[in-house]
């Protein structure tokens, strides 16, 4: 992930690398807590509760960071993440918070007693939260919002889970390189592109369903 903000800040310093990181970050986040609120109620599992709120926590540090702003862990201007103030993405960060707040209370009551019915708000509460934090990821990923470009929709299949998830990765880089190319106008002058991911689950049978 260093290498890809290195290398868009390289090509435009204007460019929030930083800051897609981190919103991506946030999806992996959710997928360990519910996938660590399973986990904990099967014999044998490491997973524990103290873990699971540390998640908690650091998924709502990075959410205060994304909102108001700040730097990681380098500090320097690449990686400083900008306030949002942009009213669109204001609105999708409070609908990400509210639907945090639910499943946060799901998660609050996890222990490896914790009941079916516990377990499956906790996954549908994942799922919502997860759909809204895409919706914030796709927005900090596009950088030219314009109505006299015409939007050219890319499908993009990438494997977000199933034997190799490695799609977080390549959807980073998609987007990095999305807002570049929109910006500089240099490729395909006059079009807005725009990339729709579909988690193919590293499944040739699942792609061929696109």
Known sequence: EDVLVDEAWKADPSLQGSKIVLASRQLALLQSMCRDSVLMTTNGSDVTMEGIAASMRNFEANQETLLKGGSARRLAAKTDVAATEDPHAVDLMHAVQDQWNALKAHLEKVTPQA????????????????????????????????TTMISLEILAPIPLTGDWPAGQTLRLAAQLAEGLINKEQRILPGFNLKHVFYDDKCDPSKGSQI
């Open 115 to 146: 009941t079916e019915a516990l377990l499956r708000s906790v996954v549908e509460g994942t799922a919502s939260v997860a759909e809204s934090m895409e919706a914030v990821v796709t927005f900090f990923g596009t950088t030219t919002r314009t």
